[in-house]
């Protein structure tokens, strides 16, 4: 069964930029129907959906994280990318990758996520 | 603050029935978009426990059960049991926002 597993830094420094990666084992990535997507919890909080990438490249990001994100795709390597930038203490959380259906807009499977501190 | 609303908390006693709520909007639950669930145990990531409002994936227990009215939905939960203390949240998609929505979370705490 597909399997989806973040990897990046664990500490990012205030005003840079939050790099992290999604291979996806188990399946391809370039398989219609699906949107890769990111997704975040802050502590304690719930789950934030942070934007979503087509094999094909078309993106979709939440509004309020728009000017800040970029997602992309790499379809030799079965991966995709999140680029979070200028980050601040705020986007200390959890961030997830998952696969959605497209048209049916449901998650499933996740990754096991990974905590990712903002701090000097 | 989360565009759909969760009870912070809700509780209930082993074998006991509990309902967690998810309430949205004309431009989500109520433009007619699905509702899914998700289960977070401690520690874990989420996962798909309810799809398209009423359909348990495989594998999912039929104590769970999903339901939709309106601008809202619910999540029900008969026979508690220890192992269901976990985290629940509602998700679906808003059309002014463009994108998915979640809500804020409900804790499950069996007495």
């Known amino acids: 069964q597909v399997q989806l597993q973040e990897s990046g830094p664990g500490l990012v420094t205030p005003s840079q930029t939050l790099s992290l990666t999604c291979t996806v084992s188990g399946g391809s990535i370039s398989s219609g129907g699906y949107y890769w997507t990111w997704i975040r919890q802050h502590p304690g909080k719930g789950l934030e959906w942070i934007g979503y990438i087509f094999y094909s490249g078309s993106t979709s990001y939440n509004p309020s994280l728009k000017s800040r994100v970029t997602i992309s795709v790499d379809t030799s390597y079965n991966q995709f990318s999140l680029k979070l930038s200028s980050v601040t203490a705020a986007d200390t959380a959890v961030y997830y990758c998952a696969r959605l259906l497209r048209r049916r807009n449901w998650f499933d499977p996740w990754g096991q996520g990974t905590l990712v501190t903002v701090s000097s | ?111």
């Open chain 2, 1 to 111: 603050q989360s565009v759909l609303t969760q009870p912070p908390s809700v509780s209930g006693a082993p074998g006991q029935r509990v309902t967690i709520s998810c309430t949205g909007s004309s431009s989500n639950i109520g433009a007619g978009y699905d509702v899914h669930w998700y289960q977070q145990l401690p520690g874990s990531a989420p996962k798909l426990l309810i799809y398209g409002n009423n359909n348990r994936p495989s594998g999912v227990s039929d104590r769970f059960s999903g339901s939709k009215s309106a601008t809202s939905a619910s999540l029900a939960i008969t026979g508690l049991q220890a192992e269901d203390e976990a985290d629940y949240s509602c998700q679906s998609y808003d059309s002014s926002l463009s994108g998915v929505v979640f809500g804020g979370g409900t804790k499950l705490t069996v007495l």
